[in-house]
C-alpha cells in the first residue's frame, strides 16, 4: 500500500536530506511496532499483512500461546512467519482462545489437564498441554486447511497443494507421526483431534522408557492402532501418514545444503532434537556457547537464506501479486 506524504513548501534553508530520514526511520518503527511490541496472537503478525487478493494465497496456520520463559519461541515465530510469507503464504497465528471455540472444550481441557504430566515430566505440563490444544484450535476454523509447527519451514511445497487439500482433505500428516505439517478438512480435523486424545490412555507411559503424555505420541498411538488391529480410526477413511518433511537441517557439510535430499520435501522441520544433532554433528548453521538457548530463530533464517541461495532449482509457490 502507498502512502502519501504531504506538507507545506519547504524554504531553501531547510534541507530535504533529514527530513527524508526521519520519514524514512518512522516508516521503518511503525512497520516493526507489531513485532516489538509482542502482539502476535490476533493482532500482531496477522494484520501488518495489508497485501492485495489476500483471499487468493494459501494460508499455513500454527499455533502460539505466551508461556513463561519462552521469548526465543517468539523469535522463532517471527521467523517462520518470514519465511512462510516469502514462500508466497498468508500466515495465520491460532492460539487458546480459538481452542476454547470447540464444542467440547469443557471435556478435552479437563482431559488433558487431568492426564498431560502424570508420567512425572511435570516441568513440560504447560507446553504439552497446549500441544493438545493446537488440533482443537485447527478443528474449528471452516474449511480446514493446513497446518504447521512454528520451527517447520517450506521447502519445495507442492503449488497444487495450495489450492485444494492433499487426499480430498482426509486428514494426512506429512512427517509420519511427529505432528509438524498436517492438513484435513475441518471435519477431519475434529475427528482426528478426538483420536488424538483418545489415544492418551494407549500411551505406554510404564512400558516404555522416555515416553510421555504429548500429542506426538498421541498421534503415535492413531498411526501404530491404524496398522495393528486396535484401531479406534473405524473411519473408512483412515488418516494418512506420509513422508514429505525432511528432518533437521539437511547439510552436506557445514554450510553446504544437500538440495538433491530436500528435492522432494514439502517443508524442513528444525525441531529441537534435531538442532541438537546437528549441534552435536557440528552442521548446525551457528557456532553455540554452554547454556540451553540453541538460538533457533537466528539458526532458521540463516538456514533458509543458504537454501533459497543453493537451490535454486527448486520452485518455490509465486508469490501473489
Not at 507446553?127 to 517447520?152: H, L, P, V
Amino acid at each position: 500500500m502507498k502512502a502519501q506524504i504531504t506538507g507545506q513548501t519547504r524554504t531553501k534553508s531547510v534541507s530535504k536530506k533529514p527530513l527524508f530520514g526521519a520519514l524514512l526511520c518512522l516508516a521503518c518503527i511503525i512497520q516493526f511496532i507489531p513485532f516489538l511490541s509482542g502482539k502476535f496472537q490476533d493482532e500482531g503478525l496477522n494484520r501488518i499483512l495489508h497485501l492485495d487478493k489476500i483471499e487468493e494465497k494459501p494460508v499455513m496456520h500454527t499455533f502460539f500461546e505466551r508461556l513463561p520463559g519462552n521469548d526465543e519461541e517468539e523469535k522463532l515465530l517471527r521467523s517462520w512467519t518470514k519465511a512462510w510469507e516469502d514462500a508466497g503464504f498468508e500466515t495465520r497465528i491460532l492460539s487458546l482462545n480459538d481452542a476454547r471455540k470447540h464444542p467440547s472444550w469443557t471435556e478435552i481441557r479437563s482431559l488433558v489437564n487431568d492426564n498431560v504430566g502424570r508420567e512425572g515430566n511435570e516441568h513440560s505440563k504447560l507446553y504439552n498441554e497446549m500441544c493438545y490444544y493446537r488440533w482443537f484450535a485447527m478443528a474449528t476454523i471452516e474449511g480446514g486447511g493446513w497446518m504447521s509447527d512454528f520451527d517447520t519451514f517450506p521447502l519445495n511445497f507442492p503449488i497444487h497443494l495450495t489450492k485444494e487439500l492433499p487426499n480430498g482433505g482426509r486428514f494426512t500428516s506429512q512427517e509420519l507421526f511427529v505432528p509438524s505439517l498436517m492438513s484435513a478438512s475441518k471435519e477431519e480435523w475434529n475427528r482426528v483431534a478426538m483420536l488424538v486424545v483418545d489415544a492418551i490412555n494407549d500411551i505406554p507411559i510404564e512400558e516404555e522408557e522416555g515416553a510421555i503424555i504429548s500429542d506426538m505420541y498421541s498421534l503415535r498411538q492413531v498411526f501404530w492402532n491404524s496398522r495393528n488391529g486396535k484401531d479406534k480410526d473405524v473411519h473408512e477413511k483412515k488418516a494418512l501418514f506420509e513422508r514429505g518433511i525432511a528432518s533437521g537441517y539437511n547439510y552436506s557439510k557445514k554450510g553446504k545444503v544437500d538440495c538433491d535430499a530436500v528435492k522432494d520435501k514439502f517443508a524442513a522441520h528444525l525441531s529441537h532434537s534435531y538442532s541438537a544433532r546437528a549441534i552435536q554433528e557440528g552442521t548446525y548453521p551457528i557456532k553455540i556457547k554452554k547454556g540451553n538457548n540453541m538460538f533457533r530463530a537466528e539458526a532458521s533464517y540463516i538456514y533458509m537464506k543458504a537454501f533459497r541461495k543453493q537451490c535454486k532449482n527448486i520452485p518455490m509457490i509465486t508469490q501473489t501479486s
